[in-house]
């Protein structure tokens, strides 16, 4: 069994759990400790990437630069880097993580929007970082579509390419059916996989990944982050050793992490139904505020707007589409059900 490197995203994607309140001090312990527990690539800053706060989409406890030298303080053996959506951030961005000796940056955009990310690609790699694409919501494209796009990400200069399971719905074979037709389509591009758990198959995805040979994949300790989480840090090293692969991080050493640093900080107990009628739907948990909004003023169930909204678009929730769907729902007498909402942070794909 080969063992991907980890990238362990704790420190970004768990912030969504906590309404970005991450401080920097807390960057700087728990990068640390990731740091000398051997995690080889250490993801900070705030869950929805650089230039968030300004633009006041969930402001986070800590401004980027912060974030970044706590980073660099405390993250020496493994390498710090953080996340980029182009549009939230700009190429000015780029270049202060390049000045703060930023080691990786992941250009995220959605998967029908691949080109948007070609300046950010060619800057930060001409400044020295390594560059990561990861395709948003991978799935909204066919497994064939998303191989030609991998090889044309590659032709920007992006060293690894990342299947995306934003929704947390995939199934190991579709993760393996893309994994194959990106090795025929884009034969030389390394590959990575960014997976959240909403069906409970994060890990299994995981795994397809180790078994099909992908480069990297990401965790974060306890699974947290946003939605129903990312997969969990400690069970997949676990499952890697059941699998017969022996991972550069000791499992005991990530189970006392997780236990210690992160799950003290956990609030949610037991599984919320929306964050699994997300995943069947392969819904982006950040329109989850406007669905909920638009269920209320029509009195229906919002996971029954999911899934509606889904069979016409996995990518975008435009405000219209929402009002029609749940105008019709409530013309069908889909009646809302009295049940405990959670909060949910993060309006990257808001346009808000």
């Known amino acids: 069994m080969h063992c991907p490197d980890i990238l362990e995203c704790t420190l970004r994607d768990g912030s969504y759990a906590i309404d970005f309140q991450f401080t920097a001090v807390d960057t700087e312990s728990i990068g640390r400790a990731l740091d000398l527990a051997g995690f080889p ?19 986070a406890a800590a401004s980027d630069l912060e974030y970044m030298r706590a980073a660099a303080r405390s993250i020496g053996k493994g390498k ?3 996340f980029c959506i182009p549009g939230i951030a700009n190429l000015d961005h780029v270049r202060l993580a390049a000045d703060q000796g930023m080691n990786f940056i992941r ?3 959605n998967v029908t929007e691949v080109d948007r990310s070609a300046p950010f690609i060619a800057l930060a790699r001409e400044r020295g970082m390594e560059v990561y694409a990861n395709f948003m919501k991978s799935y909204a494209l066919g497994p064939e579509e998303f191989g030609r796009l991998a090889a044309r990400s590659s032709g920007f200069g992006a060293a690894m390419v990342y299947l995306v399971d934003s929704a947390g719905g995939m199934l190991p074979s579709e993760v393996r059916a893309y994994l194959q037709a990106t090795r025929t389509e884009a034969p030389g591009v390394a590959l990575g996989f960014h997976g959240h758990n909403n069906l409970g198959l994060a890990v ?10 992908v480069a990297m994949v990401d965790t974060s300790l306890q699974g947290f982050g946003r939605s129903a989480g990312n997969t969990p840090t400690e069970q997949f090293l676990s499952a890697l050793v059941r699998a017969g692969c022996t ?8 189970m006392h992490l997780g236990e210690t640093l992160v799950r003290p900080l956990i609030e949610r107990r037991g599984l919320s ?4 009628a997300a995943g069947q739907a392969q819904f982006h948990s950040s329109y989850m505020p406007a669905v909920l909004s638009a269920a209320k003023r029509h009195r229906i169930d919002p996971r029954a707007l999911i899934i509606e909204l889904c069979r016409h678009d996995k990518v975008n929730a435009p405000d219209e589409l929402l009002e029609r769907l749940a105008a019709d729902l409530d013309d069908r007498h889909v009646a809302q059900r009295a049940l405990p909402w959670g909060a949910y942070y993060g309006e990257e794909q808001s346009g808000k």
């Open 107 to 109: 250009i995220g955009s």
């Open 80 to 82: 710090w880097g953080m």
């Open 247 to 254: 991972p550069a991080i000791d499992p005991i050493e990530a």
């Open 273 to 276: 139904s929306l964050d699994i």
């Open 204 to 213: 299994a995805n995981s795994l397809v990944c180790a078994e099909e040979r």
């Open 41 to 59: 690539y250490i993801e900070v800053g705030h869950g929805i990437g650089l230039g968030a706060s300004e633009q006041g989409r969930n402001v």
